[in-house]
T-cell receptor, first 112, second 113 residues
C-alpha cells in the first residue's frame, strides 16, 4: 500500500523567512496531494492541494510543487508569520480522494 | 450548516468497555471517513464509506466497527476498548467523486484506562 514520508519533523524559521516541507510517496497511482494545517487542539484544515496533472499550484504565500517522476511534493510558505506556526500534514490519495494516507507531520515554529 | 460534528468531545473508558463515537454531517456528502491521530504518526485511516450502506476498511481497522445507514451519520464502534486505542479520533467527509476537499470534525479525545 501507499507510504508517505515527510521531512523535516520539526522546522524553526525566523519571521519573514521561507519554509519548505517535503513529502515522498510510494504508490505511482496516487493522483491527489493535499496539505493540511493543524493548530494545537484543533482539527486539520486544508490549505492547498494539487492533482497529478499539475506541476505547481500557488495561493498567495503558499505554494505546492509536485514531481511525479521522483514521487515527491513540497509545500512552500513565503514571508512566514507567527500565525503560520502549526503542524503541517501532507497526504496522498488514489482515485482523487477516495482513500488518504497521511505523512507524520511537520511542526513549524515561526520565531518573531 | 454545522458541517461535520462529533460527540462526545472527550471520553474516558475502562479496558473492555464498549462505546460508540458519533459523527454527523449536514452537507449531503457521499464520502465519510474515520481517522485516529497519535503523536508523531499523523492521521491513520480506520474505516471509510463511499455512500449509505457501503463501508470498507482502512489502514488500522482492528477493534473498530462502522455502519452507514444514512448519508448523514457514520458512527464508529469500539467493541472492547484497549489502552492502545487511546487517541484522538477525527471524522471527515467530502462531497464525492471529483470533489476531493475533505472536511474534518472537531475530534473526540479518548482515554482508555
Amino acid at each position: 500500500g501507499e507510504n508517505v514520508e515527510q521531512h523535516p519533523s520539526t522546522l524553526s524559521v525566523q519571521e519573514g523567512d521561507s519554509a519548505v516541507i517535503k513529502c515522498t510517496y510510494s504508490d505511482s497511482a496516487s493522483n491527489y496531494f493535499p496539505w493540511y494545517k493543524q493548530e494545537l487542539g484543533k482539527r486539520p484544515q486544508l490549505i492547498i492541494d494539487i492533482r497529478s496533472n499539475v506541476g505547481e499550484k500557488k495561493d498567495q504565500r503558499i505554494a505546492v510543487t509536485l514531481n511525479k517522476t521522483a514521487k515527491h511534493f513540497s509545500l512552500h510558505i513565503t514571508e512566514t508569520q507567527p500565525e503560520d506556526s502549526a503542524v503541517y500534514f501532507c497526504a496522498a490519495s488514489i482515485n482523487y480522494g477516495q482513500n488518504f494516507v497521511f505523512g507524520p507531520g511537520t511542526r513549524l515554529s515561526v520565531l518573531p | 450548516n454545522a458541517g461535520v460534528t462529533q460527540t462526545p468531545k472527550f471520553q474516558v473508558l475502562k479496558t473492555g468497555q464498549s462505546m460508540t463515537l458519533q459523527c454527523a454531517q449536514d452537507m449531503n456528502h457521499e464520502y465519510m471517513s474515520w481517522y485516529r491521530q497519535d503523536p508523531g504518526m499523523g492521521l491513520r485511516l480506520i474505516h471509510y464509506s463511499v455512500g449509505a450502506g457501503i463501508t470498507d476498511q482502512g489502514e488500522v481497522p482492528n477493534g473498530y466497527n462502522v455502519s452507514r445507514s444514512t448519508t448523514e451519520d457514520f458512527p464508529l464502534r469500539l467493541l472492547s476498548a484497549a489502552p492502545s486505542q487511546t487517541s484522538v479520533y477525527f471524522c471527515a467527509s467530502r462531497q464525492g467523486p471529483g470533489r476531493e476537499t475533505q472536511y474534518f470534525g472537531p475530534g473526540t479525545r479518548l482515554l482508555v484506562l
